[in-house]
């Protein structure tokens, strides 16, 4: 069935890295996203990987992707209080832009 | 470029009411998906349309609907409202909504509380 898990909570000191872990179900997607949400906004589109790509970086973001064991990553290098947020990752599996979402991870960055 | 615009930001209702929900999108993309978030069920998928025409849809009851006019801009409409209602609810748009390729651009949402 469709399933996307993350774990819900990670506390981590500023200036530390963060990792973020999801799980999926489906492999045949040709994306993967990750999304935040700040309080009281809408989802902002941080980073996404290709299908057939293991690593993607984009400045402090590295986006890992294990298809053998449907496993995504996010790292965020030097993490700030602004990282402060709800991060989602997302499965288009769904078809015209039916995104499947995880439960989100709330990322508490504290100095 | 403007983002996915919403209106209104904040709806408060009350039981047995009606409410529609409006959305823009970003100039050029011609498709529009809506989502429902809340606290315990998380983000989840009310229906995509494209062309004015709905291609997908979400494991919701028929008190939800929605519609595209010809200049993409859609609205969502949710019948006889009960507590349950009460959510985030979150527009996206991309340009083509072809397959699992074309990235979706997120509003800021519009907030109902059901009375």
């Known amino acids: 069935g469709e399933d996307v898990e993350q774990s819900l909570f990670l506390s981590v000191r500023e200036g530390d890295s963060s990792v973020i872990n999801c799980t999926y179900t489906?492999?045949?997607?040709?994306?993967l996203y990750w999304y935040k949400q700040e309080p009281g906004a809408g989802l902002q589109l941080l980073t996404y990987?290709?299908?057939?790509?293991d690593m993607k970086q984009d400045q402090r973001l590295t986006v890992l992707l294990n298809k053998k064991d449907k496993h995504l990553s996010l790292r965020i290098a030097d993490t700030q209080t602004g990282d402060s947020a709800i991060y989602f990752c997302a499965d288009p599996l769904g078809g015209y832009n039916k995104l499947i979402f995880g439960a989100g991870t709330r990322l508490a960055v504290h100095p | 470029k403007a983002g996915v615009t919403q209106t209104p930001r904040y709806l408060i209702k009350t039981r047995g009411q009606q409410v529609t929900l409006s959305c823009s999108p970003i100039s050029g993309h011609r498709s529009v998906s809506w989502y429902q978030q809340t606290p315990g069920q998380g983000l989840q998928f009310l229906f995509e349309?494209?062309?004015?025409?709905?291609?997908n849809k979400g494991n919701f009851p028929g008190r939800f609907s929605g519609r595209q006019f010809s200049n993409s801009r859609s609205e969502m409409n949710v019948s006889t409202l009960e507590l349950g209602d009460s959510a985030l609810y979150l527009c996206?748009?991309?340009?083509?909504?072809?397959?699992?390729?074309?990235?979706?651009?997120f509003g800021p949402g519009t907030r109902l509380t059901v009375l």
């Open positions: 996206a748009s991309s340009l083509s909504g072809s397959g699992d390729t074309d990235t979706q651009y």
């Open positions: 349309y494209f062309s004015e025409t709905q291609r």
């Open positions: 990987i290709f299908s057939n790509m």
């Open positions: 489906d492999s045949s997607s040709t994306y």
